[in-house]
Structures are given as C-alpha cells and as structure tokens.
C-alpha cells in the first residue's frame, strides 16, 4: 500500500503536468485553417456509412460514431461532425450534390485510416453548416479552451509538485523476502 502511495505521491503531478503541456503543445502547433485556405470539392453522393471509431484515440472522442461519405468524382472518404442521426434524411440518395470545403493540410488524424475533416457542408444547395461556423467553432476550442485548460492543468501539477517537494523524503519499506 505504502508503494501504491508514492507512486501516486510522485507520478501524479509528472502525468498531469504531461498532460497540461499536450494541451499547450496542440495549441501551438495545430492552427485551425483560414477560410481561405480550404479547397472547395463538389461532386455527386456516391454512397455513405455510419461507422465507429476505431482509431487509437477512439477513448478519447467526444463522438463515437462517423457518418462518413464518399464523392463520385473524387477519392477518399469524407466527415462532418454536424452530421449525425439525421444523415439518413440529409444524404437520402445517390448522385445528390454535395459540396464541402477541407484543409489542404488536415490538423486532426484521418477517421477510421482515410475519413477527412470538412469545415462546411452543403447538400442539395442546402447549407449543413457555413465553412465560417465550422471555423469559428474549432477555433474557439484550439485557441481558447485548450490553452486556459492546458495552463490550468499545468498549474495544478505545479501545485502539487511544489507540495510533494516540501514533504521530508520518506524512506520505502523493506518487504521481508525480497
């Protein structure tokens, strides 16, 4: 129990100041894209799927079920976070025109190895969501919560670190057998 303890005692600040500085670190180096920096595709629904997510940070997704589509006049698969239960009333045929906007450099990992993030959405000349609110969301989340609660994070491990320091070192016990 006593080892159980120290390792709290010890690890507990070094993963939450990790923690704190991925935050910072995701601040800093992915930008959310300009709208002028998005490329325009446009071209028939050719099919879509609801699928989950089972890429290695699945756990970690506020979502955990894509509706991902696929263009007939261009490769990959393609998602949009504003698309959910409604999808089947929103891409109800094939050859429906659909016309997205993407990030030449995507800032986000591919869904399910090849699903694309769109930043705005129209299908059948009816707008999904304007490439300007999709924009103005992510970056509300990159450039204000993910900075204040990655500082926050940081500053409780600061915290708890400076407490752990001040404690007099305390010897382990010896285990007989060992």
Known sequence: MMALRFLWKYLSPITTGALGLLLLLYWV??????????????GPLESYTVEADRSAFA????????????????????????L??????????????VRLYVS??????????????????????LEIVSPENAIGIDSAMVRWVFPVLGAFIFWLAWRS????AREPAQKLPVVAGS
Do not use: C, Q
């Open 29 to 42: 180096a992915n930008p959310v894209p300009s709208r002028n920096e998005l490329i325009e595709i446009d």
């Open 161 to 164: 670190w400076k407490k752990v």
């Open 59 to 82: 756990f970690l997704s506020k979502r955990h079920n894509y509706v991902l589509f696929n263009l007939g006049n261009h490769g990959g698969r393609f998602w949009s976070e504003y």
């Open 104 to 125: 030449p450099h995507p800032r986000t990992h591919s869904i399910n190895g090849d699903g694309v993030k769109t930043y705005g959405l129209y299908v059948d000349g």
């Open 84 to 97: 959910g239960a409604n999808a089947g009333m929103v891409l109800s045929h094939k050859g429906v025109p």
